[in-house]
């Protein structure tokens, strides 16, 4: 387990633009009912997703970050080559190497920046808050993007109704910068347990079983997951990787304005609301109109809840988020 905590002397670090994107071409349950063996009603009653947004075979993750990332930058009024660093969290780069965050410098002409991708699954993008933080307040750099982009459509098996109704494609992104008085982050908690990693994942493709006839065959290229298990952990890794961050932060549930989960499951959702004992109306949700977006999932809901004004200057904003790994963080920040 590990967190930064801000120094009282220091500026904070916080996010001073947003932006998202969602492929126009959206799926509903009643059209999964025609590719897999399944009903609207058990998708919504067992996850709370109605549709979800499904990219073209010429979107790539990149296009879909640049998108996000342009509309992050204007909200910013930061010119791309004023970016010193662009991160990338994505489990599904579009290609091994070069990073994605490479492609995603060249569409939008951050000619200045630095570019990574990060894995860390659906907890991605917090992990990126992280790097991203330390990369400011080490002086390294003034202004970094922070993308989280995903085509989950390409990597999920679209034979296995355990795991294609669950995910989307999209991406959000910040611009992350230092900030005035009591904004910015506050406190923040970290974690990840390698020994559970078969419970979800994708097993092909990487270096311990690469391409083949047979990997294809044995459609080890898609995502394998236990769900009953992976619900288990991540109700309770989020719960109390919340309560870590906020206890760092001094902060008890009650001052917390707005917590924006990971978006997998509702269940999972209302379960972490009981367990904290934080009402369900402070949780932001879009997990019934995009589902699963993975290291996408926090900052697409961000995007959505800053430009329809729910979230609003001087509120306590608790991010969440749990993934593959596993992998897990928290994160308190003041808007
Ligand atoms: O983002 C990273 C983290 N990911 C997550 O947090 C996902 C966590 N897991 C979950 O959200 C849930 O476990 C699932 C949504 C994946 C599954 O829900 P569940 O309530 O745990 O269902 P289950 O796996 O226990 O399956 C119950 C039944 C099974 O049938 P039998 O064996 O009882 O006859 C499944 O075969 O539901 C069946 N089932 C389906 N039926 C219709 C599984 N998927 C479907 C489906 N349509 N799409």
Redesign the pocket.
Known sequence: MTSIEQSASTKRVGITGTGSCLPDRVMTNRE?ESI????DE??QT??GIRERHIAGPDESTSDMAAQAAFRALESARVDPEHVDAILVATCTPDTIFPNTACAVQEKIGAKSAFCMDLSA??SGFLYGMEVGRGLIASGQCRTVLLIGAEKMSTVVDWQD??????FGDGAGAVVLQTVEGERGVIASSLGADGSLGNL?GIPGGGSRRPATAESVAERLHFIR?E??Q??RH?VVCMTEAGRKALEQAHMAPTDVDWVIP?Q??M??VRAIANRAAMPFEKFITNLERVG?L?AA?IPVALDEAVRDGRIASGQTVLLVA???GFTWGALVLKW
């Open positions: 999964l897999v063996e399944t009903t058990w998708i067992r996850t699954a659906c109704r355990t795991t294609c109704v669950l979800l997951m769900g009953n992976v619900f991540a990971h997998a499951n269940r999972i699963n993975s999932s749990f993934g593959g």
